[in-house]
């Protein structure tokens, strides 16, 4: 459910800790099925999980299409740890917005941070985009991305934690050290006025407004920090890289797990060939 300190403090802050959202049985799981995924280079496909980057060697790497490493992971697409927060934020029930459904996933992926690894400042109330909005109107919340990222390892001081600068998806400025903290090759967000470091437990999510400043401090400490991150919208927008689902997890999952990661079914039509 969705409390009143829920929607204060997503208003007030545009972020929520969710501790221990997953269980540590779920974790356990989660980190079996990344275990059975072979080392990949970016550009390189395991089926249909594709390893990735943003931008340079220096973030870490990503594979995307993680729903699509087995039931752990699609068990997270509506888990009810989070997905009515998610389902409130993002709003648009009994508008058009809901047509084909609630939401959309237009992301999934999980990331591994490695010592010196890091992603730098991006996003904010400016410059100000479509997708990242954050707007309460007429009553109610119509956030264009509403992004859930669980911790699969423990991440406290030195671990590289995710960073945000609370408030800013409602800012209408840019920040003043934005350009030297932006998504620059080995950037982070390490020392930015006004930013703050969450700690994270395995098994916590963070729900937070892709509108707010985000990115991360630099890992120092051995190891690898897990997380996964998901990212929902209406149920009318597209996948943000292009991917498509494969039919086998298609037709594993639940009709209301189906509904959000394709709210619009594609339509074939054979043409009419005496109408040409």
């Known amino acids: 459910m969705v409390s009143d300190l829920d929607i204060y403090l997503l208003d007030l802050r545009g972020y929520l800790v969710l501790e221990g959202a997953l269980t540590p049985g779920e974790v356990a799981d989660l980190n079996t099925c990344l275990d059975k995924i072979p080392p990949l ?33 699609e068990n997270l697409i509506d888990h009810p740890a ?21 939401l959309f996933i237009d992301e999934n992926f999980a990331n591994f941070r490695e010592p010196g690894e890091a992603i730098g400042l991006h996003s904010g109330g400016y410059p100000p985009t479509m997708r990242g909005q954050f707007r309460y109107h007429g009553g109610r919340f119509m956030c264009g991305q509403v992004n859930i990222l669980t911790a699969l390892t423990d991440i406290g001081p030195g671990d590289g934690g995710t960073m945000l600068i609370p408030g800013s ?24 006025e006004g930013a703050i470091e969450v700690p994270m437990k395995a098994g916590d999510a963070l729900l937070f407004v892709d509108g707010i400043s985000h990115g991360s401090a630099k890992r120092v400490n051995p190891d690898v920090r ?37 709210p619009q079914k594609p339509l074939t039509r054979e043409p009419n060939l005496k109408n040409c």
């Open 82 to 102: 989070w997905i009515d927060k998610v389902n409130y934020f993002v709003g648009g029930k009994g508008t058009f917005d809901y047509h084909h459904g609630p």
């Open 226 to 262: 897990r997380t996964v991150v998901y990212r929902y919208g209406p149920s009318w927008g597209n996948f943000r890289h292009g991917y498509q689902l494969s039919p086998e997890l298609l037709d594993r999952l639940t009709p209301e797990r189906r509904q959000i990661v394709q």
């Open 41 to 73: 280079t970016p550009g390189q496909w395991y089926g249909y999980i594709q390893a990735h980057q943003y931008g340079d060697d220096t973030s870490g790497l990503n594979l995307q299409q993680i729903y699509e490493a087995g039931e752990p992971f």
């Open 169 to 192: 998806h409602k800012s209408n400025f840019k920040h003043p050290h934005y350009d030297k903290y932006r998504m620059a090759r080995g950037s982070s967000v390490d020392g930015i």
